[in-house]
């Protein structure tokens, strides 16, 4: 099972990640990223699937059943997400005010419910593991649609940007479902590592991982750059993913109460 790739973008603006019948097909997911030069115009319509459309950067009018609306993004790691959330054969039409880099992640759905532009208001970035593990894990994230935020859907989707040579996902933990993690660095050169299980692999810029259920699955970053993290869940039909599903490997819990140098 193959569980970490390094896409590129092909001649029509598009990378794919994630199939429901290439290698990665165990997160039983759609997921790809797209640019768009500037005034070039796309439309999305999935018969059978739920879609959510995260702006990464750039300037983007959104037009849906019932919604149009201009916003911009500078980055992911200096502003928060804008995510128009569509349930099954909706029509969304976007149109690139400038050059714009967007994720689409789609999975199968038949439940409907009222279409939702989630704005940086919705999901908020909050500060977390602020000093602990001698402060080496303080990162932000956010979460955009999860089982909470809409019990209909059958996705998670949230945003991590590590500091500088932090880690994520610490402690190292497990859940059931299936996983799947895009990374972005805030300079070209910039990378981390990414470890699956017992496997380890190097992060760089718009590499992902795609983890499978049961496995462990921290991240690091390197010194000297940001990491930006966009996390991908696919609801198992009778288990949906729940905040309190993550279940920490019970080697490193002593960590929780240990005193570092310093503190």
């Known amino acids: 099972m193959k569980v970490f790739g390094?896409?590129?973008?092909?001649?029509?603006?598009?990378?794919?990640?994630?199939?429901?019948?290439?290698?990665?097909?165990?997160?039983?997911?759609?997921?790809r990223l797209y640019t768009l030069k500037k005034g070039e115009v796309r439309k999305f319509k999935k018969p059978t699937e739920e879609m959510a459309i995260l702006l990464l950067s750039g300037k983007l009018n959104f037009a849906w059943k019932g919604g149009n609306?201009?916003?911009?993004?500078?980055?992911?790691?200096?502003?928060?997400?804008?995510?128009?959330?569509?349930?099954?054969?909706?029509?969304?039409?976007?149109?690139?005010?400038?050059?714009?880099?967007?994720?689409?992640?789609?999975?199968?759905?038949?439940?409907?419910?009222?279409?939702?532009?989630?704005?940086?208001?919705?999901?908020?970035?909050?500060?977390?593991?602020?000093?602990?593990?001698?402060?080496?894990?303080?990162?932000?994230?956010?979460?955009?649609?999860d089982h909470d935020?809409?019990?209909?859907s059958h996705i998670v989707l949230g945003e991590i940007v590590n500091d500088r040579g932090n880690w994520s996902g610490y402690l190292p933990h497990r859940h059931p479902q299936p996983e799947c993690y895009l990374f972005k660095f805030d300079r070209p050169e910039g990378f981390g590592a990414s470890f699956?299980?017992?496997?380890?692999?190097?992060?760089?810029?718009?590499?992902?991982?795609?983890?499978?259920?049961?496995?462990?699955?921290?991240?690091?970053?390197?010194?000297g750059f940001h990491m930006y993290t966009c996390w991908m869940i696919r609801h198992f039909d009778n288990k949906p993913w729940l905040q309190t599903d993550r279940n920490e490997d019970k080697r490193y819990l002593w960590l929780h109460k240990a005193k570092f140098k310093g503190e």
């Open 6 to 31: 390094y896409p590129k973008y092909n001649k029509k603006g598009e990378m794919v990640l994630t199939t429901y019948t290439n290698e990665y097909k165990h997160m039983n997911m759609d997921i």
């Open 149 to 152: 935020i809409n019990p209909k």
């Open 69 to 145: 609306k201009t916003v911009s993004r500078k980055c992911v790691f200096c502003e928060g997400p804008w995510a128009l959330h569509v349930s099954k054969n909706e029509l969304v039409t976007l149109k690139a005010i400038t050059k714009t880099e967007i994720l689409v992640q789609c999975a199968k759905n038949n439940n409907t419910w009222k279409s939702k532009l989630y704005s940086p208001k919705d999901a908020p970035f909050k500060y977390s593991c602020v000093g602990k593990f001698g402060n080496t894990a303080k990162r932000r994230l956010n979460t955009i649609i």
């Open 196 to 223: 699956v299980g017992d496997q380890v692999f190097k992060s760089v810029n718009n590499s992902f991982s795609a983890i499978p259920g049961g496995e462990l699955h921290p991240q690091v970053c390197a010194p």
